[in-house]
């Protein structure tokens, strides 16, 4: 196997190290030829980002709020008229047979950080035996990018989707261990036979957005976009698998912000098709709504994604940042204590509307598209009392969402699937399709009302909490968990506080808003008499530095059930010293995983602030983000 892999486009594939022989099993002939095949799509994934950072640029500048695309423009990479988009004259997708029910879809990886493989195959066979609909296997916010993660998770579902033995020992295991635990928390077994249980989940996948590139594979002399990369793999390298089980190739495409990038996609999925000999439209994608801008163009998404389109997704934590980053411009504009900004909370209230009235939109052909509901971030670990009142809570935001016309709901552990299935079950639709709403409009109201602030705590609890978590996640990102179970540092030790699973996104969120109070004098609305603090008070940078000091120190003394003693003089302080850039900064970065990826596989605090400092002059003075893997060395003695 080469390093360089040459292909007629022209394309020059460097794989970073001895990668292309370690992983041969991923890296294959015709995997690597569907990637020379694709990588003529990095400049225009290049282009399209830069042209996020120049938009972002311009409405600060100019003060501009977000808005409506002109009814009468062309969708940039189409030739679809907005108006007809927004009118359903487009050809979607009918829902095929495998994504018809779909009441609870979990999300997570297929790898754990510098783990065996068979301790890797343990978290798909969790997933594939949990009762799950659907299994999102997470490549991008979930999943550890230390080391070479994302090749072994992609490892883990080859060798998964083949059922190779390896694989079936293992889930054979794994099943035992689930009925073990159903026993004793459910009074009952939830897998019958384990071999046919594997086939009974839809299997998912989600790429890394537009805006991340690759660690292991570049172009000449540029990372290649790791939504080519993942998106490839993934689809050249099981779809024959797939399709022999009469499984859809089913995908969930994140980070989008506007129609343009939809139609991006659009295309990259066609000329993929056209290269596995695949039929137009035969990969499906779901799209997660989690950018404000995408939310005024959600039927222009649908349209530029024509047949491949069946479904968005509305959650809660990225879109909550995207919203802080739209606005950071606008100095009334600031958020209340994270816990406030529930689903039903003023913009999110309306967020959501608009995504039902959209998917219960018919295209030409008379198609309505899914609604999957938003991420349920307990787990069923705690004390009685606690677990208690979390699955309660779980439960309600389950039928909330079921009667709002959701056709089904994210779970973020296996546990919970037979917690909030009951909820659907008792329903008994297998979606709810082309429910009657209101159609879309498109007025300055619903613009206001989708960035419309209400009233709620701002608290320096809040701002421990915010803080505390923060921490933790960027220290077990540097770790390889991508995907934690974190709560604030007052609570360890209290088990009727329950973890929450926390992903890329709620640290994203955490940082955005503690910037915004920051710079934007946010005022509390309740008195601290930890901290002598008052309603009425800014929250200034000095309140900042001091809970920075405060929280910091309880999580070294933490124990290393909470804060693993091996990250305490290497990951964590480098966790330290980028909220502390990030959150201090003048201009606001627009993502905390930049600063994060520039120091994955470092465990220096040195070298990191070094880092640090070289993005942020990089992105205040010149508004370019480093995206590269700065510790990328192409493999020695290439050969063709």
């Not at 439960?395 to 659907?424: D, F, L, N, T, Y």
């Not at 915004?516 to 603090?533: I, N």
Request: glycine share 8%.
């Amino acid at each position: 196997m080469s390093n360089t892999h040459t292909h007629s486009s022209g394309a020059d594939l460097q794989i970073r190290f001895n990668l292309a022989q370690q992983y041969s099993d991923v890296y294959t002939p015709a995997v690597l030829a569907a990637l020379t095949s694709m990588a003529h799509f990095d400049a225009g994934q290049k282009q399209l980002m830069n042209e996020r950072i120049r938009r972002r640029q311009d409405r600060s500048r100019d003060k501009l709020p977000l808005g409506f695309l002109k009814p009468e423009a062309i969708i940039r990479g189409t030739d679809i008229r907005v108006q007809d988009a927004r009118d359903g004259k487009f050809a979607g997708s009918e829902i095929p047979h495998d994504l018809q029910r779909q009441w609870l879809q979990g999300t997570g990886p297929a790898a754990k950080p510098r783990a065996p493989i068979a301790s890797s195959l343990r978290n798909v066979a969790h997933a594939l035996l949990s009762g799950a609909d659907g299994w999102m296997f997470d490549g991008e916010d979930a999943l550890g990018q230390v080391g070479t993660m994302s090749l072994e998770n992609q490892r883990s579902l080859k060798l998964a989707f083949a059922r190779d033995p390896l694989f079936l020992r293992v889930a054979g295991e794994v099943a035992g261990e689930m009925n073990g635990w159903a026993r004793g928390f459910l009074g009952r077994e939830i897998i019958a036979d384990w071999r046919s249980q594997l086939d009974f989940t839809t299997r998912i996948f989600r790429p890394r957005g537009l805006h991340l590139d690759d660690r292991h594979i570049r172009v000449g002399d540029r990372a290649l976009s790791a939504s080519i990369v993942d998106t490839t793999l993934y689809v050249a390298g099981n779809y024959r698998a797939l399709l022999a089980d009469h499984a859809s190739i089913v995908l969930y495409l994140p980070k989008i912000q506007t129609a343009e990038e939809a139609a991006f996609w659009n295309r990259l999925l066609n000329a993929l098709e056209e290269h596995l000999d695949l039929g137009p439209g035969t990969i499906k994608v779901y799209v997660l709504v989690e950018q404000l801008e995408a939310t005024f163009q959600l039927m222009e998404i649908r349209a530029a994604l024509g047949r491949h389109f069946v479904g968005f997704n509305t959650g809660r934590w990225d879109y909550i940042n995207s919203v802080a980053d739209a606005c950071c411009w606008d100095p009334g504009f600031i958020h209340p204590n994270i816990e406030s900004i529930v689903m039903t909370y003023g913009y999110m209230r309306h967020y959501e509307d608009r995504v039902r009235r959209a998917v219960n939109t018919a295209d030409v052909h008379g198609n309505f598209a899914l609604w999957q509901g938003g991420m349920e971030p307990n787990i069923p670990v705690g004390s009685r009392e606690g677990v208690a009142g979390g699955m309660e809570k779980a439960r309600a935001g389950a039928v909330r969402e079921q009667r709002e016309g959701a056709s089904g709901k994210w779970i973020a552990h296996w546990k919970m699937v037979h917690i909030i299935r009951p909820v659907w079950e008792e329903a008994g639709q297998d979606n709810q399709l082309g429910r009657s709403f209101p159609p879309l409009t498109y007025t300055a109201r619903d613009a206001v009302e989708l960035t419309r602030l209400e009233p709620a705590p701002r608290t320096v609890r809040g701002a421990r909490n915010l803080l505390s978590v923060a921490l933790q996640y960027g220290n077990a990102f540097g770790q390889g968990f991508q995907a934690a179970a974190l709560k604030p540092a007052d609570f360890f030790g209290n088990d009727d506080v329950l973890y929450l699973m926390e992903d890329m996104a709620t640290g994203e969120i955490r940082l955005s808003i503690l910037w915004e109070w920051v710079h934007k004098g946010a005022v509390l609305t309740e008195d601290d008499p930890e901290t002598g603090l008052r309603s009425g008070e800014a929250f200034t940078e000095e309140i900042f530095n001091r809970l920075l000091e405060e929280e910091y120190a309880k999580l070294l003394a933490a124990g290393n059930r909470d804060v693993h003693d091996n990250s305490k003089d290497t990951t964590l302080p480098i966790a330290r010293a980028i909220v502390d850039a990030y959150v201090q900064g003048p201009v606001k970065a627009p993502w905390y995983i930049d600063l994060l990826n520039i120091n994955l596989n470092n465990y220096d605090p040195a070298t990191a602030r070094h880092r640090i400092g070289i993005y942020m002059d990089a992105f205040n003075n010149e508004g370019m983000r480093i995206t590269e893997n700065l510790d990328f060395k192409p493999a020695e003695g290439r050969y063709q």
